[in-house]
């Protein structure tokens, strides 16, 4: 019963997230497009094509990287609502992964699914009411606060975002935690690698680890 619902689920997410998805890169454009067209200013080809390469070797690996490392917490329409939103990695995860710990949903369920999709749904309009309260209010606030609480707000809050957030997997991961924590350690201080890179390596290095320590867990418990 939970694989028929799981299936339609899946079934139903798809359906909807990826043509919504597409249809809002393509609507992003509207706006380049009316300014292109309405002061004849269109941009060479090449120029575009090379644009969009260095782009692309800047953030091309979070192409892969964050659809798989973010997954886990977002489930199938937690990630067409986290990528067409935005703010994944400092507003939907978190939001996901502390309604999952509260209701004690296993990832792969189909409560799980439904538990990260109501928490990432009221992210995003807890998000809407205080971007716009922000957008009245923010720049009066933050011009009476101190220079060194701006600078570590700057600085720091995505910073204890994620730590954070991997706090809360450590306590219940701790051997995943501890390489999920020495593999971008290691590259960083010892093998002069690019920043992404490092993203790379961490994120499937510790799903390879995360794998090899559940595959040996399951053959002693078979034992």
């Known amino acids: 019963m939970k694989q028929d619902y799981m299936a339609e689920w899946k079934k139903n997410s798809i ?19 009316y300014l292109c067209s309405k002061y004849d200013c269109w941009p060479d080809l090449k120029l575009v094509l090379s644009a969009w390469a260095l782009t692309a070797l800047s953030f091309g690996a979070f192409y892969i990287v964050e659809p798989i490392s973010y997954y886990a917490a977002l489930g199938m329409s ?8 935005g703010n994944i990695g400092n507003m939907r995860v978190p939001c996901a992964a502390l309604a999952l710990d509260v209701t004690d949903s296993e990832s792969g ?17 807890t998000n809407l009411i ?17 220079v060194f609480l701006n600078t570590a707000l ?16 450590a306590v219940k991961y701790p051997k995943v935690a501890v390489f999920g924590l020495m593999i971008p350690t290691v590259l960083k201080l010892f093998i002069p690698v690019p920043a992404w890179m490092v993203i790379v390596c961490a ?20 034992n």
Do not use: H
Request: glycine fraction near 12%.
């Open 130 to 146: 205080a971007t716009t309260a922000a957008v009245l209010v923010g720049s009066a606030v933050v011009a009476v606060l101190p």
């Open 78 to 85: 937690g990630t067409y609502l986290g990528f067409l939103s």
């Open 109 to 125: 369920t189909i409560k799980a699914e439904v538990v990260s999709t109501m928490a990432i749904c009221g992210s995003i309009i």
């Open 154 to 169: 700057k600085n720091y809050a995505a910073a204890a975002i994620f730590g954070g957030t991997f706090g809360n997997f």
């Open 203 to 222: 994120v499937f290095g510790t799903l390879g680890i995360a794998r090899l320590i559940y595959t040996g867990d399951q053959k002693k418990a078979a």
């Open 15 to 33: 359906r909807i997230g990826a043509p919504t998805c597409l249809l809002t890169a393509f609507t992003a454009f509207i706006p380049v497009l």
